[in-house]
């Protein structure tokens, strides 16, 4: 079984219909026909609805966290391992501290990191990376 792990900025993308957009809806219509796995840490859903609710509000963050679960998402628990996991990845590869919970679920897993935010390029030895428009990738 594949997977991939979703950036918060591939996400609000999508949620905001920005210039990821129709990638990320590619992306998810192309998994919804295999055996995939769509994963988010809940450092990244965080980062997600704080974003909605400061542009549109708490009740909109709500439903969006609820439309990800309905297009299959699963939200990784942030455990006390995968919490230390993130801090040391932290330290060795100077990633923001929500991006190391990303990076460490998809090195978990084996999964691929959805993401236009160049900072993975600091994990892109460790992780696989598929890269949005707005990463100098693209």
């Given at each position: 079984?594949?997977?991939?792990?979703?950036?918060?900025?591939?996400?609000?993308?999508?949620?905001?219909?920005?210039?990821?957009?129709?990638?990320?809806?590619?992306?998810?219509?192309?998994?919804?026909?295999?055996?995939?796995?769509?994963?988010?840490?809940?450092?990244?859903?965080?980062?997600?609805?704080?974003?909605?609710?400061?542009?549109?509000?708490?009740?909109?963050?709500?439903?969006?966290?609820?439309?990800?679960?309905?297009?299959?998402?699963?939200?990784?628990?942030?455990?006390?391992?995968?919490?230390?996991a993130?801090?040391?990845?932290?330290?060795?590869?100077?990633?923001?501290?929500?991006?190391?919970?990303?990076?460490?679920?998809?090195?978990?897993q084996?999964?691929?990191?959805?993401?236009?935010?160049?900072?993975?390029?600091?994990?892109?030895?460790?992780?696989?990376?598929q890269?949005?428009?707005?990463?100098?990738?693209?």
């Open positions: 079984m594949s997977a991939y792990v979703f950036d918060a900025n591939a996400i609000l993308d999508y949620v905001f219909n920005g210039i990821n957009a129709p990638t990320v809806r590619d992306i998810l219509k192309q998994t919804g026909k295999k055996d995939v796995n769509l994963l988010i840490s809940s450092a990244q859903v965080g980062e997600v609805y704080y974003e909605v609710a400061r542009r549109k509000g708490a009740d909109l963050a709500k439903e969006t966290l609820k439309r990800l679960e309905d297009l299959g998402f699963q939200f990784s628990d942030f455990t006390p391992e995968r919490a230390t993130a801090a040391d990845l932290r330290l060795e590869c100077h990633l923001a501290f929500a991006d190391s919970a990303a990076a460490g679920l998809a090195i978990e084996n999964a691929v990191v959805v993401t236009a935010d160049k900072d993975f390029e600091k994990v892109e030895k460790r992780v696989k990376i890269w949005l428009k707005g990463s100098h990738h693209d």
